[in-house]
Structures are given as structure tokens and as C-alpha cells.
């Protein structure tokens, strides 16, 4: 007996005809019994809304309805045999996949991998993995195994490709191998059984609804039910040759079809966002005649849903998205990522480094933890002061020490102790991944002690030595995160890292954000169970890092719906156009290789290949299409279908074949709106026509506007002589920086910086000004004076643990002292001896413009004396890799921008000095040859300017006054052109022409 094949209503939608299809089919009185029938849709989105209308009809004529079991497509054929063996889940599989790869030797499939991925790369097996199981599942689900396919490349001449399928057959042999050995089925071994020992039998009514393509086992099973099987098919009846047997469509009968889309109803626009504003003018234009879920927006490319849910949003209109969060892009997702990245940059038996605990302490909820167990744990009243600002206090810390990895903590209390308590803090979460290290107590830290102490020597046995060591090295955090351990081990270890984070906290329902949270640590948890049900024997021995990286991708793409929103328009993907039912589509992407959908880039399965296996291939898939547009066309009051010319890259787009499978007469004129720039459909106006936007015609300002100076400090009573280059520069920012105090922490340091670079060298040359060898004329005893220094300041700020770039850096460093060393000779071979170095001076009787005293105070690196004149010269160390002379950092185009060494020249009357006084840079560039004394050569009349220019200057501070926001030319230098703006070309500063000032 052939299955029963019933025609639908085709100008009514799906569901409502399939509704009233069981009704008249299964109602009795006041029953509505449904419990024996089975009904099989394409996805669980239409299954969710038929139980929706089912209960809506129901209503109070059959108040008792019970309903049907709803399934999809793909877990439907389990219902029909009996399953002898545990049937693998796709994780199994996987892991199986996997060990099949490993275990067959690497020159039985060199023909088909002449690279095996290594074992240690989870990506790159995944991902074979996962190909061949995708493999592997389409063919057997049309009765194939690989060795058909090479006897068909075979069989027409294609022997290169022949052998690959061989080869891949001997890995396909050994997975059912595996299979066997672990007494598991794989899903579609056992439906290929069922089907060829006639196991499949039902007491129940099944009903396919829009399954209008389906692989040969499926057909094969339904065939030994066919009795209790019914097709429901939204056509004609007088279309009944159009369907083969099943239901499913001729593909020789549709890829022909005249379908006939009305030119009126597409909408031609440019890029993703204009498709969004097509949206959008769309929904306004029906002024309110449809309620929300009349109405669905059509997603033909996924990549487009942000785009359209922001501009619903911007147009005061909610959109909801099938998909409200993947769990890639939780909270607890992001930790773990997070985490295994942190792992994995542990090396040579060293712990994990800086740069990623940087980066992991930064997700809030392990920021929030941390911050708890400072606050529990900390001791130093100094330290514990400072709890609240740790993250600073640790960017701080990675910037002045530039360490690699965790280890002996240098620098001063109490920053010195708060890292160190953030570093074990993240020790602490580790551990929870290592059951051992997480139950018993745990001494191995990598973070050394706060003080290190001399060991006293203790005589021991060679041996007894080296055992000790081992068991060290073995016992630590690192090398314990890195052991090869069963993956179920490190999935409990994953839940209980979330339990630690999130085991305290309280989740409402109502938040997205917790929402997410606790569906990832489900699907986690549920993972973790199904980890503990697979056979040992299929299990992978991971590092920690792996094993995250691995269980993060099984969980990675699974969807977290949204809370239902009964006012939300719905965005619904192409394939479930077909059983929507709402009476308004607008569907955006219509354009060629999304509808309809063609696949050519198969690294295994071609598509010409495809079509010789008899697979699903571009033609099956155009016809599947092509109904399915025929379909939505009929059942629907409006249609509209909007097509860009560009995709995000600005890439050019195709429109969908569909719109052309028309008239033949009309083909030149769809071409013509489609290529031709100048046109643009009459209703691809914008979103403006939502939102109302004022009529001004002026060019918008930014919406951000530079924020107006508040609570403004007094007065200052002193300004330091370097701030002068800065207001000069901007008055705005000088405010920032040095009223307010704002400045940025970088976090991504990996390098001595500039002031870092110049900071380190002065503090040598300090050390040198301040000691005997100041007087020396040996060059070598200054040189070995100079590195020593330099070795014994690097080795406090960087300890032991650092950066290839920081050692070449202070091998930079070296060259240039040791040219330092030559020069020193030489000026004080010439009579200029150090008479001050790093003196700290004021001067305490400047006054403004106006008479308004007011100190300059300022930090001279140094003060050479020349013994035979008795002249002076105050001189300025200069580290930048181009020596600039001090004109040309002082003066642009004859004006002052730069103070510095011209009033140096008064604050050095502190020091009672008499007599000519030079000013100059000592330079220390990259290029050696010009290292040394490099003179500002002002006149006085010069020096007297600056003088009169520092007094209105320093009116200007005392007044605060700001009259411009300057725009850097080098914004990426500059650590407030976020604040100020620098990259918004109409800056929006309303505040700046009433400014009165302090």
C-alpha cells in the first residue's frame, strides 16, 4: 500500500490547513485524541506553533484535546525501529571518528591526508572529524558507504580522486570497527539495519508535514509503514504530478517552474543596511493595519540579523530573533575561553603568562570573584585600601615590570602584594580544573614569595635531590594543567570552575545575561553527564587546554531562545517561511546563493559529484526553493522581497535565480532595475520614514558631545614647567591631565614604552651623577660602572622572566651608555664637571600677567659647572631614537610651543648659580654617532619672550582658560582622543563658546 498523499489549500498557509486537516480527521464529539499520531515537520519552530493553533481551536469544543508527539525530520526515524544497541550521540561519534584517524597508519591514507593533523591540535582534528562524520552520515543516509563512491570515480577515469575515497574507506572501516569493539551503534548503521531486516513498524498515524525532500533510507522505512503514513502537501491537487510518491518535489518538474514574481513586489537596494531601511519603510507603510505577529521579517542571510534587529530597534520597534544568544557568546562561555587561552600560553615548564591572566581577570564575573577574595583574604591594611582598584594597580604593575609569567613579585607594597594576591586568586581558579589540586591542600604556587629569603644549605644525597625536583615539577599547577587526562576528568573540572564563579550568585530570570549564564552551565553540566556515559575506551587523554577547547565547541553553536514577546515582530529563516503563517512577509537577502542555496566549495563532495551519487545536490536544493517560493507566494496577502547589490565587503550580488524563472519577455526589464545604479525602487526610501528626523537641513553634529569641565579645582599655586608645553598644545587636555588627573593604563604592554625607556635610563644616569665615577677619565670603569647599573635596575623592575623584545631593549640600552661613557670622558676632559643631577627646584618669585604670584616648580636631570669659566649649562637627558635639537622642540614656525629649558633657567636661581648659564639636550639616540651635548641657541630677546609668553600662560591656567579642543594629528598617541574626540570630523562641543572659566 503507497503512503497517503493529501492536498492542501494552497492560498491558506500550511498549518492552518493541517490544523483543520486533524480535526476533521481525528475529532469525535467532544474528543480530540491525538496520542496515537505522529507528526514530522522540517523544524521545531513549526512544531511549537502547531501546538499553539491546535489548542487555540480547540478552545472549548474540545476541551479534551490531547496532543500529538511533534518531531523533526532528523530524530524521527529512531521512533520506527528498535534499538538492539546504545545508539551513539554526535559527540560519541566524534570521539570515535577520531580515534579511527589515529589509529590507522598514516601511509594507508596518505592519499587522501597527506598531513595528518597532529593529535595535540583540537581544532584540526575537529574539524576533519567532524567533515568525515558529516561524510559519512549523508551518504549512508542514502544507502552509500565510501567504497562506493571510489568504485563510481573509478568506474569514469577519476582515479586521483578514486584513490582518495580508498583511502578515506580505511578510515571509515576502522570507525565501525571502533564502533563494534565499544558495543555502540552508529545512527545510521542501525537505520540502514533496521531497513534491510524489515524492523520498522508503528501503531501509530504518522503525518509529514512540508517534508518535500528526504534521503533514500528514510523513503525505505516509511515504505514498510506506509499504511499508517500520510503526506500532507501544500498544493494543488491538480499538482499531484509535480510530487513524487513521498510527497517530496520532482526536481526535473520544478528546477522548469515558471514561478512569475511580480516585479511590484521586490524592493532593489545597495548594501545590508539599505536592505534593513527597505525593512523598515515597509513596516511603516502599513500605518498600523497589521498587529506584530501578522508580520514577519524573512532572514535569507543570517548575517544580516543584527543589522535588521538594530534598525527595528533604532525605529522603536522590537525584533526577535529564533536565536536570541548563542552560547558562544555567554558569560560562563567567554570564562572558559577565556581560561583555556590562559592555560595554553604556559611554556617550557613555566606558568601561564601576564598577557592572558590580563585578559582573563577582565571578564567581570572572574573580576567580581577576584575582588571578593581580596577583600577576604588580604591582610595589609595598605593593600586592602587599594582592594577596589586592584585591575589598575596590576595594569601598573605589568607596565613598570614587563614580566612574562607570574613569578617573584617585584617592586614596592602594597601594589607588589595586591598582584600577588590576584595571581593566586587565578591560581585558585585553576586549580578547581585538577580534581587533586582542588580537594586537597594546595602549597605549588608559581607566585613567589613577597620576600624572598636565602635558603640554608642542606646536605642531601645527589639522588634525593633530583627525586625531590621531579616530584616538584610534577606536582605544580602548570604541570598538572598540562598531564594528558581523560576529557570527562577535565569536564567535571570545567563545572566546578563554574560553580566556584557562579555557584553564590542570584540569577532572575528576567535577565538575558542570566538567562545565558544558566543555560551555558547546563548545557555544560548535561555535557559533563554525557562525558561520564561514553566508553572510557572512546575517550581522548587532553591537557587542560585542550580539553576546554573541545568541550567549548560541542556547546558553542547550541541556541538560547529569547523570552516570547508577544508585541515582537518575528525574523524567521528561509527554510521556515514555508509553515509561518503569518499573512505579511518581508523577506531581505533575495539574492543568488542564499535563495536558492548552492553549495560548490565541498572539499569532499563537489557538487558535480553529488549529482553522480544521486546526493542532494544544487538542482534538489533550487527545486526545494523553488516551491517553497511558490508556496509563500500563494498563502500569503503580501509578500515583499528585498535584494541587495552589495554584501557587508561591498562584494557585488547576484539577484535570486527565482526572480528571473519568469516570462521570458520580462527578463530584460528585471535585468535593467537590477544593474542599472540610477534605479531605485519607489519604496527603498530609509528608516527616516519610521523615525521622525527634524527637517533641519544643517549638517548633523555628532550625537556625542566633549564634556564641559565640571567641579573644577581652585587655583593651582604652583605649575610644573612641563605643563606650559601642554596647554600650549591643548587647554582642554592640559585640564584632563593635569587638574583632573586622567590618564590611561595600558593593558597590552609588551615593551619598555617611551617614558619607560627614559625613565630606566635616567635612573642610571642618576645613580652615575650621584657617585664617585662622576670624576673619572676612564672610559671602561664609567662603562662597567653604567651597566652594572643598568643590570642591577633592570634586574628590580624586571626580575628574571623577560621578553625576547625587553632584552634586546636593554641591549639598546647598553650601546647607549657605553657611547654615554665616551662622550663623559670627553666633557670633562674640556672642564664640565656634574654639579647637580635630579635636583627638584622651585621657583618662588614668578608671578602671571596680571601680578598673581604663582611657583614654577620642575626636576633638572642635571647641572654641569665648567671649572676653568665658571659658565653653567643646564642640561636635559634626551632617550628619543631621533635627536631633535632643542629649537626644533621648542619652536614651530618661530613660535613658542614648548617652555621647558627657558624657564629651567629660573628655577635654577634657587640654587644661588652666578654667571653665564647655557641651556641644552644631552642627546642618547639610537644612531651613537650622536650622542652628546647638542646647545639651545636662543638670543636673550628670544629667551625674554618665552619668559612674557610662560606669564600669560600661566594667567590663562589660573583662569582655566579653555578656547579650543585641539584634534591630535597622531590620535593614536594619544591617550584622551577618545574624550576629546579627535576622530569625529564635526565635533560636537556646544559649551566651549560660553566658557567663562574657573
Not at 572529524?129 to 561524510?135: G, T, V
Not at 555502540?184 to 518535500?212: F, H, K, S
Not at 618665552?946 to 600662560?953: D, I, K, N, P, Y
Amino acid at each position: 500500500m503507497p503512503i497517503t498523499r493529501h492536498f492542501l489549500d494552497p492560498s491558506k498557509p500550511a498549518l492552518l490547513n493541517a490544523v483543520d486537516y486533524l480535526i476533521s480527521r481525528y475529532a469525535k464529539g467532544d474528543q480530540l485524541d491525538l496520542s496515537k499520531v505522529i507528526l514530522v515537520f522540517p523544524g521545531r519552530r513549526a512544531a511549537r506553533r502547531m501546538l499553539e493553533l491546535l489548542v487555540q481551536r480547540a478552545g472549548a469544543k474540545w476541551p479534551a484535546l490531547i496532543p500529538p508527539r511533534m518531531v523533526t525530520f532528523t530524530r524521527f526515524p529512531e521512533m520506527l525501529y528498535p534499538q538492539k544497541q546504545q545508539l551513539a550521540d554526535d559527540l560519541t561519534q566524534l570521539l570515535v571518528w577520531r580515534k579511527a584517524l589515529y589509529a590507522v597508519p598514516q601511509r594507508e591514507i596518505r592519499a587522501a591526508l597527506p598531513h595528518r593533523p597532529d593529535e595535540d591540535s583540537v581544532p584540526a582534528w575537529m574539524a576533519l572529524c567532524e567533515s568525515l562524520r558529516k561524510q559519512h552520515n549523508e551518504l549512508a543516509a542514502e544507502g552509500l558507504e565510501f567504497d562506493e563512491v571510489h568504485e563510481k570515480l573509478a568506474q569514469s577515469g577519476d582515479m586521483e580522486e578514486a584513490e582518495r575515497w580508498k583511502a578515506l574507506r580505511r578510515i571509515q572501516s576502522e570507525y565501525l570497527v571502533q564502533m563494534d569493539d565499544l558495543q555502540l551503534w552508529d545512527p545510521q548503521a542501525a537505520r540502514l539495519i533496521a531497513v534491510q531486516m524489515n524492523e520498522c513498524q508503528t501503531d501509530c498515524d504518522i503525518i509529514l508535514i512540508g517534508t518535500v525532500d528526504m534521503n533514500r533510507i528514510i523513503r525505505q522505512m516509511l515504505d514498510q509503514v506506509a499504511d499508517r503514513v500520510t503526506s500532507l502537501i501544500h498544493a494543488a491537487e491538480s499538482e499531484q504530478d509535480d510530487f513524487d510518491e513521498y510527497g517530496c518535489v520532482k526536481a526535473d518538474v520544478w528546477e522548469n517552474r515558471q514561478l512569475d514574481i511580480k516585479i511590484e513586489t521586490t524592493r532593489i537596494t545597495g548594501s545590508p543596511a539599505e536592505q534593513a531601511q527597505a525593512a523598515m519603510a515597509e513596516l511603516a507603510s502599513h500605518n498600523g493595519i497589521y498587529r506584530a505577529d501578522d508580520i514577519t521579517i524573512g532572514v535569507a542571510d543570517d548575517t544580516m540579523v543584527p543589522t535588521l534587529l538594530q534598525s527595528m530597534a533604532d525605529a522603536g520597534i522590537t525584533g526577535q530573533w529564533p536565536v536570541g544568544l548563542y552560547v558562544s557568546e555567554t558569560r560562563p562561555f567567554r570564562l572558559l575561553q577565556s581560561l583555556a587561552l590562559h592555560i595554553a600560553s604556559a611554556r617550557d615548564d613555566m606558568p601561564a603568562d601576564f598577557a592572558t591572566l590580563s585578559d582573563l581577570v577582565r571578564h567581570p564575573d572572574v573580576n567580581e570573584w577576584i575582588t571578593q577574595n581580596l577583600s577576604n583574604t588580604l591582610n595589609d591594611d595598605d593593600a586592602l585600601a587599594k582592594c577596589d582598584i586592584w585591575l589598575s594597580e596590576l595594569d601598573q604593575y605589568m607596565i613598570d615590570h614587563l614580566q612574562v609569567t607570574p613569578g617573584e613579585m617585584l617592586g614596592k607594597a602594597p601594589r607588589r602584594i595586591l598582584v600577588a594576591e590576584v595571581c593566586r586568586s587565578v591560581e585558585a581558579l585553576l586549580r578547581c580544573l585538577v580534581a587533586d589540586a582542588y580537594s586537597a591542600e594546595y602549597s605549588g604556587s608559581a607566585v613567589g614569595k613577597l620576600k624572598p629569603q636565602k635558603a640554608k644549605p642542606v646536605r642531601k644525597s645527589r639522588q634525593r635531590t633530583l627525586d625531590e625536583l621531579a616530584d616538584a615539577s610534577e606536582s605544580s599547577l602548570t604541570q598538572q594543567l598540562e598531564q594528558r587526562r581523560p576529557l570527562s576528568e577535565w569536564a567535571e573540572g570545567a563545572v566546578r570552575v563554574l560553580a566556584t564563579i557562579y555557584g553564590d550568585r542570584e540569577l532572575h530570570s528576567e535577565s538575558a545575561a542570566d538567562r545565558g549564564i544558566v543555560e551555558c552551565v547546563t548545557k555544560l553540566q548535561d555535557l559533563n553527564e554525557q562525558l561520564q556515559r561514553i566508553p572510557s575506551a572512546a575517550l581522548p587523554l587532553c591537557s587542560a587546554s585542550q580539553s576546554l577547547q573541545l568541550l567549548l565547541k560541542q556547546i558553542a553553536d547550541d541556541a538560547i531562545p529569547p523570552e516570547a514577546d508577544k508585541n515582537a515582530v518575528e525574523l524567521l529563516g528561509w527554510l521556515e517561511l514555508t509553515l509561518d503563517d503569518s499573512p505579511v512577509l518581508i523577506l531581505t537577502g533575495f539574492n543568488e546563493g542564499k535563495v536558492p542555496e548552492s553549495m560548490n566549495s565541498d572539499a569532499f563532495m563537489p557538487n558535480s559529484l553529488r549529482t553522480r551519487l544521486e546526493l542532494t545536490d544544487n538542482r534538489r536544493r533550487y527545486a526545494r526553493d523553488a516551491y517553497a517560493m511558490t508556496s509563500i507566494l500563494r498563502s500569503r496577502r503580501k509578500v515583499v522581497l528585498i535584494k541587495g547589490r552589495t554584501d557587508v565587503q561591498g562584494n557585488p550580488l547576484s539577484p535570486s535565480r527565482l526572480w528571473f524563472a519568469a516570462d521570458p519577455r520580462s527578463i530584460p526589464e528585471r535585468v535593467r532595475r537590477f544593474y542599472d545604479p540610477d534605479y531605485v525602487a519607489e519604496n527603498t526610501s530609509t528608516a527616516e520614514t519610521v523615525v521622525e528626523n527634524s527637517a533641519d537641513s544643517m549638517p548633523r553634529l555628532s550625537g556625542f558631545i566633549v564634556p564641559q569641565p565640571v567641579d573644577v579645582p581652585a587655583a593651582p599655586t604652583e605649575i610644573p614647567v612641563t605643563a606650559f608645553r601642554e596647554y600650549l598644545q591643548c587647554p582642554y587636555r592640559y585640564f584632563l591631565r593635569r587638574e583632573l588627573r586622567l590618564r590611561s593604563i595600558e593593558d597590552d604592554v609588551r615593551e619598555l614604552n617611551a617614558p619607560a625607556f627614559g625613565s630606566l635610563m635616567h635612573d642610571v644616569l642618576k645613580s652615575f651623577g650621584e657617585s664617585d665615577f662622576r670624576e673619572s677619565l676612564s672610559t671602561e670603569a664609567i662603562e662597567t660602572y653604567l651597566l652594572q647599573e643598568l643590570h642591577r635596575e633592570s634586574l628590580g623592575r624586571f626580575g628574571r622572566s623577560r621578553s625576547a623584545t625587553v632584552s634586546v631593549q636593554l641591549k639598546m640600552l647598553e650601546s647607549r651608555l657605553i657611547a654615554f661613557a665616551r662622550w663623559q670622558v670627553e666633557s670633562l676632559r674640556e672642564g664640565w664637571h656634574i654639579a647637580y643631577t635630579e635636583r627638584d627646584l622651585i621657583c618662588d618669585d614668578f608671578s602671571d600677567v596680571n601680578g598673581r604670584p604663582v611657583n614654577l616648580i620642575g626636576r633638572v636631570d642635571r647641572i654641569d659647572r665648567h671649572e676653568p669659566s665658571g659658565e653653567w649649562r643646564v642640561l636635559d637627558y634626551k632617550t628619543s631614537e631621533a635627536a631633535e635639537p632643542p629649537n626644533r622642540t621648542h619652536r614651530k614656525k618661530d613660535e613658542w610651543v614648548d617652555l621647558q629649558l627657558p624657564l629651567y633657567r629660573l628655577l635654577v636661581k634657587s640654587l644661588k648659580i652666578k654667571g653665564t648659564v647655557h641651556l641644552g639636550y644631552i642627546q642618547l639616540p639610537g644612531d651613537l654617532s650622536k650622542v652628546g651635548y647638542e646647545a639651545a641657541t636662543w638670543s636673550d630677546d628670544e629667551l625674554f619672550t618665552a619668559e612674557t609668553l610662560a606669564r600669560q600662560v600661566a594667567a590663562d591656567i589660573i583662569d582655566l582658560k579653555i578656547d579650543r579642543v585641539t584634534a591630535m594629528n597622531d590620535q593614536r598617541y594619544s591617550d584622551l582622543a577618545r574624550i576629546c574626540q579627535d576622530p569625529v570630523i564635526d565635533r560636537n562641543i556646544p559649551w566651549l563658546e560660553m566658557w567663562q572659566g574657573r
